[in-house]
Protein backbone atom coordinates (compact mmCIF):
# COMPACT_ATOMS: atom_id res chain seq x y z
CA UNK A 1 0.00 0.00 0.00
CA UNK A 2 2.96 1.81 0.37
CA UNK A 3 6.74 3.48 -0.84
CA UNK A 4 9.57 2.02 1.43
CA UNK A 5 12.52 4.04 1.43
CA UNK A 6 16.00 3.60 3.01
CA UNK A 7 16.97 6.62 4.82
CA UNK A 8 19.15 8.25 7.97
CA UNK A 9 17.68 9.53 11.01
CA UNK A 10 20.64 12.02 11.85
CA UNK A 11 19.42 12.54 15.44
CA UNK A 12 20.07 8.75 16.50
CA UNK A 13 22.57 8.24 13.49
CA UNK A 14 21.05 5.04 12.18
CA UNK A 15 19.09 3.96 9.57
CA UNK A 16 15.49 3.69 9.06
CA UNK A 17 12.55 2.88 6.70
CA UNK A 18 9.99 5.25 5.62
CA UNK A 19 7.22 4.12 4.74
CA UNK A 20 4.90 6.79 2.55
CA UNK A 21 1.80 6.76 1.35
CA UNK A 22 0.94 7.49 -2.24
CA UNK A 23 -0.35 10.68 -3.29
CA UNK A 24 -3.05 9.10 -5.28
CA UNK A 25 -3.59 6.78 -2.15
CA UNK A 26 -3.67 10.09 0.60
CA UNK A 27 -6.87 11.41 -1.49
CA UNK A 28 -8.59 9.01 0.01
CA UNK A 29 -9.63 8.50 2.94
CA UNK A 30 -10.89 4.87 3.82
CA UNK A 31 -6.68 4.38 2.41
CA UNK A 32 -5.66 7.06 5.10
CA UNK A 33 -7.53 5.20 7.28
CA UNK A 34 -6.23 1.96 7.00
CA UNK A 35 -2.74 3.45 7.12
CA UNK A 36 -3.49 4.90 10.08
CA UNK A 37 -4.59 1.21 11.58
CA UNK A 38 -1.74 -0.08 9.83
CA UNK A 39 0.62 2.44 12.38
CA UNK A 40 -1.41 1.32 15.19
CA UNK A 41 -1.74 -2.02 14.92
CA UNK A 42 2.49 -2.29 14.44
CA UNK A 43 3.04 0.33 17.67
CA UNK A 44 1.03 -1.97 19.52
CA UNK A 45 3.56 -5.23 18.88
CA UNK A 46 6.95 -5.86 20.37
CA UNK A 47 8.21 -8.84 19.07
CA UNK A 48 11.84 -9.69 17.83
CA UNK A 49 10.68 -10.81 14.34
CA UNK A 50 8.30 -7.32 13.61
CA UNK A 51 9.91 -4.63 12.75
CA UNK A 52 9.44 -1.53 15.31
CA UNK A 53 7.65 1.71 14.42
CA UNK A 54 9.64 4.82 15.45
CA UNK A 55 7.12 7.17 14.40
CA UNK A 56 4.18 8.45 12.47
CA UNK A 57 3.78 11.48 10.79
CA UNK A 58 2.60 13.79 8.04
CA UNK A 59 4.76 16.53 5.61
CA UNK A 60 3.16 18.99 3.30
CA UNK A 61 0.31 16.39 2.72
CA UNK A 62 2.57 13.10 2.60
CA UNK A 63 1.28 11.02 5.57
CA UNK A 64 4.30 8.80 6.39
CA UNK A 65 6.04 6.10 8.71
CA UNK A 66 9.48 5.55 10.31
CA UNK A 67 10.39 2.26 10.96
CA UNK A 68 13.24 0.15 11.94
CA UNK A 69 14.95 -0.48 8.61
CA UNK A 70 15.96 -4.74 8.48
CA UNK A 71 19.45 -5.14 7.02
CA UNK A 72 18.36 -8.41 4.44
CA UNK A 73 17.16 -9.09 1.11
CA UNK A 74 13.10 -9.80 0.78
CA UNK A 75 11.99 -13.14 0.47
CA UNK A 76 11.32 -12.82 -3.02
CA UNK A 77 14.68 -12.16 -4.03
CA UNK A 78 16.23 -15.57 -2.08
CA UNK A 79 13.59 -17.53 -3.87
CA UNK A 80 14.75 -16.02 -7.38
CA UNK A 81 17.87 -17.44 -6.43
CA UNK A 82 16.16 -20.88 -6.06
CA UNK A 83 14.77 -23.39 -3.10
CA UNK A 84 16.12 -22.60 0.28
CA UNK A 85 17.77 -25.94 2.29
CA UNK A 86 15.62 -27.27 4.46
CA UNK A 87 17.19 -25.99 7.53
CA UNK A 88 16.24 -22.60 6.35
CA UNK A 89 12.96 -23.22 5.68
CA UNK A 90 12.31 -24.40 9.10
CA UNK A 91 14.28 -21.91 10.38
CA UNK A 92 11.88 -19.08 8.57
CA UNK A 93 8.79 -20.91 8.37
CA UNK A 94 9.06 -20.61 12.74
CA UNK A 95 10.29 -17.13 12.91
CA UNK A 96 7.47 -16.01 10.54
CA UNK A 97 4.68 -18.59 12.39
CA UNK A 98 6.22 -16.81 15.82
CA UNK A 99 5.64 -13.64 15.00
CA UNK A 100 2.19 -14.46 13.40
CA UNK A 101 1.12 -16.09 16.77
CA UNK A 102 2.22 -12.84 18.53
CA UNK A 103 -0.13 -10.28 16.23
CA UNK A 104 -2.85 -12.86 16.42
CA UNK A 105 -2.82 -13.14 20.24
CA UNK A 106 -3.15 -9.39 20.43
CA UNK A 107 -5.72 -9.36 18.04
CA UNK A 108 -4.11 -8.22 14.75
CA UNK A 109 -4.60 -10.12 11.22
CA UNK A 110 -1.66 -9.57 8.95
CA UNK A 111 -4.12 -9.24 5.62
CA UNK A 112 -0.43 -9.51 3.35
CA UNK A 113 1.51 -12.23 4.22
CA UNK A 114 3.32 -12.71 1.03
CA UNK A 115 7.33 -12.88 0.13
CA UNK A 116 7.79 -9.69 -0.73
CA UNK A 117 6.57 -8.81 2.83
CA UNK A 118 9.34 -11.17 4.70
CA UNK A 119 12.90 -9.48 4.85
CA UNK A 120 15.51 -12.18 5.58
CA UNK A 121 17.64 -10.42 7.69
CA UNK A 122 21.69 -11.42 8.14
CA UNK A 123 22.72 -13.90 10.77
Known amino acids: MGEVYRASDTRLSRDVAIKVLPAEFARDAQLRARFEREARAISSLNHPHICMLFDVGQQDGIEYLVMEYL???PMT???ARG?????????????????LDKAHR??????DLKPGNVILTRP
Open 106 to 111: TGIIHR
Open 71 to 73: DGE
Open 77 to 79: ERL
Open 83 to 99: PLPLSDVLRHGIEIADA
